[in-house]
């Protein structure tokens, strides 16, 4: 059985240390959708976050 993951929207926004709070409230709550969510640091500059979301 293959799973598909499909990015839906990626954005870049100012690191801040409580936005994986939020990115594991979403994850939690619309897993039921088949959305999750990802956050990651830009390799590029470290004050920056990627966020991006994915329909699984």
């Known amino acids: 059985m293959e799973s598909k ?3 839906l929207s990626t954005v870049k926004i ?3 240390p409580d936005l994986y709070k939020i990115v594991d409230a ?3 709550t619309l ?3 088949d959305l999750m969510f990802g956050l990651a ?3 590029a ?3 920056t976050a990627i966020f991006t979301i ?3």
Do not use: A
Request: proline share 0%.
């Open 31 to 33: 897993k039921q959708e």
């Open 41 to 43: 640091l830009d390799q």
């Open 14 to 16: 100012q690191h801040s």
């Open 45 to 47: 500059n470290r004050n």
């Open 5 to 7: 993951i499909e990015v």
């Open 26 to 28: 979403l994850n939690r």
């Open 54 to 56: 994915y329909r699984t």
